[in-house]
């Protein structure tokens, strides 16, 4: 397996603090441990585990241990239970239960967390343990009901339309609807996945009675890291709320205190050049109630503080007395939002790091304003895997063109990558020609511009919108003459149809988009171990992966 390390900075859509987390110079670094405490590219964060009390552990284990279970956990997985309950610590990374296990980063994730944890346990001697957090309580339904493959000539989405008319935690919902929706999508999924072994998982765990989102995402996850013992976890259960709760205690009593640590600390990161992830807004809270409607169906209701110091959700009125009796006696109800889920997380799991995606690493900064008002210290939060994956055919037409990654990124388009690939198989000498006039007409142009500015300044901006539109005219015989050469040659545009579907599908990173299941279908569970090995390598910025 051959792989190259591209920067950061050369990937589209990643925001300047995950820039600067990832790729920091010193002045950086110093700006940037005020809210990333723990330098993520050094060992050091694996002594950081917090010690948790042998009843917690117990608690932990035995809840853990029934989920394992359920998901099919292998005897690695259930050996790493028995670890957390022994004093391990874990290497925590999580995602969204998206339909059939979604994109190519959830394994990436999961095979980091792999590989910190075996990393951290042969540094410090202390045994640490892979888990996955299931976002189960997350109520973007939208966003998990749909899984996209790239077929030889388009990217298609499978979707299984699910209904949600409210905000329903998504980890409970069927994925079968009895519509039929659910057949349909696992008979083309195994049909663009060939049939390959992962097709059979699929239709085992998402076809199964009474299958959900969650409980079916987390049996594909279980198999396919059975080997690594990566243990699976669902918090949205009453069991893992009471471990919890005194974080959900403290930011019902705290909202005001906590609300007022995240106003400064988004200030901060404004007045530092970056952008909040998260808008807080004055009246805001950290946790969700989840109340039955009148379909007795689970709904999520954002819990907004009145001024008199009430709260309110789905249009019911609460005393802060309510909300903490609703805490003790059904603590599931209760439900963490964005910036509180890693806390809450935290005071459940002995955590030595956090392993997370650039959007999670960003929230982050935030988060730590909530991390140190409540639990007193800030988890160490490390990067995952980035990574391309380049299939052999693939492979080997961007190296026949001599194109790199960023290249295709710079391009955008399939048909813009064409007319570079026609500009690249023009003849020799009309490359010279069009160099040769291109270069003469610029000099002959900025010496006119000069000139003539010298003489006014409306002359001279005349002269430079003048040769600008004639700059442009030669960039436009360029283009043309590139154009010709696709059109001869069917091949090139051929090849940058297939580079672009497959490297950056639709304009986006294919981590992000691309289903990791049909990697899987490809490659066969030892893509797995691949990624592990990866995700030690050092390499803070970007992996292209040839297979």
């Given at each position: 397996?051959?792989?190259?390390?591209?920067?950061?900075?050369?990937?589209?859509?990643?925001?300047?603090?995950?820039?600067?987390?990832?790729?920091?110079?010193?002045?950086?670094?110093?700006?940037?441990?005020?809210w990333?405490?723990?330098?993520?590219?050094?060992?050091?964060?694996?002594?950081?585990?917090?010690?948790?009390?042998?009843?917690?552990?117990?608690?932990?284990?035995?809840?853990?241990?029934?989920?394992?279970?359920?998901?099919?956990?292998?005897?690695?997985?259930?050996?790493?239970?028995?670890k957390?309950?022994?004093?391990?610590?874990?290497?925590?990374?999580?995602?969204?239960?998206?339909l059939?296990?979604?994109?190519?980063?959830?394994?990436?994730?999961?095979?980091?967390?792999?590989?910190?944890?075996?990393?951290?346990?042969?540094?410090?001697?202390?045994?640490?343990?892979?888990?996955?957090?299931?976002?189960?309580?997350?109520?973007?339904?939208?966003?998990?009901?749909?899984?996209?493959?790239?077929?030889?000539?388009?990217?298609?989405?499978?979707?299984?339309?699910?209904?949600?008319?409210?905000?329903r935690?998504?980890?409970?919902?069927?994925?079968?609807?009895?519509?039929?929706?659910?057949?349909?999508?696992?008979?083309?999924?195994?049909e663009?996945?060939?049939?390959?072994?992962?097709?059979?998982?699929?239709?085992?765990?998402?076809?199964?009675?009474?299958?959900?989102?969650?409980?079916?995402?987390?049996?594909?996850?279980?198999?396919?890291?059975?080997?690594?013992?990566?243990?699976?976890?669902?918090?949205?259960?009453?069991?893992?709320?009471?471990?919890?709760s005194?974080?959900?205690?403290?930011?019902?009593?705290?909202?005001?205190?906590?609300?007022?640590?995240?106003?400064?600390?988004?200030?901060?990161?404004?007045?530092?050049?970056?952008?909040?992830?998260?808008?807080?807004?004055?009246?805001?809270?950290l946790?969700?109630?989840?109340?039955?409607?009148?379909?007795?169906?689970?709904?999520?209701?954002?819990?907004?503080?009145?001024?008199?110091?009430?709260?309110?959700?789905?249009?019911?009125?609460?005393?802060?007395?309510?909300?903490?009796?609703?805490?003790?006696?059904?603590?599931?109800?209760?439900?963490?939002?964005?910036?509180?889920?890693?806390?809450?997380?935290?005071?459940?799991?002995?955590?030595?790091?956090?392993?997370?995606?650039?959007?999670?690493?960003?929230?982050?900064?935030?988060?730590?304003?909530?991390?140190?008002?409540?639990?007193?210290?800030?988890?160490?939060?490390?990067?995952?895997?980035?990574?391309?994956?380049?299939?052999?055919a693939?492979?080997?037409?961007?190296?026949?063109?001599?194109?790199?990654?960023?290249?295709?990124?710079?391009?955008?388009?399939?048909?813009?990558?064409?007319?570079?690939?026609g500009?690249?198989?023009?003849?020799?000498?009309?490359?010279?020609?069009?160099?040769?006039v291109?270069?003469?007409?610029?000099?002959?142009?900025?010496?006119?511009?000069?000139?003539?500015?010298?003489?006014?300044?409306?002359?001279?901006r005349?002269?430079?919108?003048?040769?600008?539109?004639?700059?442009?005219?030669?960039?436009?015989?360029?283009?043309?003459?590139?154009?010709?050469?696709?059109?001869?040659?069917?091949?090139?545009?051929?090849?940058?149809?297939?580079?672009?579907?497959?490297?950056?599908?639709?304009?986006?990173?294919?981590?992000?988009?691309?289903?990791?299941?049909?990697?899987?279908?490809?490659?066969?569970?030892?893509?797995?171990?691949?990624?592990?090995?990866?995700?030690?390598?050092?390499?803070?910025?970007?992996?292209?992966?040839?297979?």
């Amino acid at each position: 397996m051959q792989a190259e390390c591209i920067s950061i900075s050369e990937l589209p859509g990643t925001t300047k603090l995950f820039r600067d987390f990832a790729e920091s110079s010193a002045e950086d670094t110093r700006v940037l441990r005020k809210w990333y405490p723990h330098d993520p590219f050094v060992m050091e964060w694996a002594r950081h585990a917090p010690e948790l009390s042998a009843e917690h552990r117990a608690k932990l284990a035995d809840a853990l241990r029934v989920q394992v279970t359920a998901f099919g956990g292998s005897d690695a997985a259930l050996a790493n239970v028995e670890k957390l309950r022994n004093g391990a610590a874990a290497v925590v990374t999580g995602q969204q239960v998206a339909l059939f296990g979604g994109p190519l980063l959830t394994l990436l994730k999961a095979a980091t967390a792999v590989r910190k944890a075996q990393d951290a346990t042969k540094a410090g001697g202390r045994e640490h343990v892979p888990v996955f957090w299931l976002a189960t309580e997350d109520h973007d339904l939208e966003e998990v009901d749909q899984v996209a493959f790239v077929t030889k000539q388009a990217v298609e989405t499978i979707k299984l339309e699910l209904n949600a008319n409210q905000p329903r935690p998504v980890g409970g919902i069927r994925v079968d609807d009895g519509s039929g929706a659910l057949a349909a999508a696992l008979e083309r999924a195994s049909e663009l996945l060939e049939w390959a072994p992962v097709a059979d998982w699929l239709r085992e765990f998402y076809a199964a009675p009474s299958a959900t989102l969650a409980s079916a995402f987390g049996k594909l996850l279980t198999r396919l890291f059975a080997k690594q013992g990566l243990v699976v976890m669902d918090a949205s259960t009453r069991e893992f709320h009471a471990l919890g709760s005194p974080v959900l205690r403290k930011a019902i009593e705290q909202a005001e205190e906590l609300e007022a640590a995240l106003i400064a600390r988004s200030k901060d990161l404004e007045d530092a050049g970056y952008h909040a992830q998260v808008n807080v807004e004055a009246g805001m809270s950290l946790v969700f109630l989840i109340s039955a409607n009148e379909a007795g169906e689970q709904v999520r209701y954002s819990l907004r503080r009145g001024a008199g110091g009430e709260w309110k959700a789905g249009g019911k009125t609460y005393s802060t007395a309510e909300l903490l009796a609703i805490l003790a006696n059904e603590p599931e109800r209760v439900s963490p939002n964005a910036l509180l889920r890693a806390v809450f997380q935290d005071a459940i799991l002995p955590t030595a790091a956090y392993v997370g995606g650039p959007a999670e690493i960003a929230y982050f900064a935030q988060s730590a304003a909530v991390y140190e008002k409540i639990l007193g210290r800030v988890t160490p939060v490390l990067p995952r895997l980035s990574a391309t994956l380049l299939e052999p055919a693939i492979a080997q037409v961007m190296a026949a063109h001599e194109i790199s990654l960023p290249q295709v990124f710079e391009a955008k388009t399939a048909e813009e990558l064409a007319v570079r690939l026609g500009a690249r198989a023009m003849p020799i000498e009309g490359k010279r020609k069009l160099a040769a006039v291109g270069n003469a007409m610029d000099a002959e142009l900025t010496a006119l511009t000069e000139y003539m500015s010298a003489m006014s300044d409306d002359l001279g901006r005349a002269a430079g919108v003048s040769a600008n539109k004639m700059r442009y005219q030669m960039n436009r015989l360029r283009r043309m003459a590139a154009a010709f050469e696709v059109q001869k040659e069917a091949s090139l545009k051929k090849h940058a149809t297939a580079i672009v579907l497959n490297v950056f599908p639709d304009g986006q990173l294919q981590e992000r988009l691309l289903a990791g299941v049909g990697f899987v279908a490809r490659h066969g569970d030892g893509l797995v171990e691949v990624l592990v090995e990866h995700a030690g390598l050092e390499c803070p910025g970007h992996r292209v992966i040839a297979l």
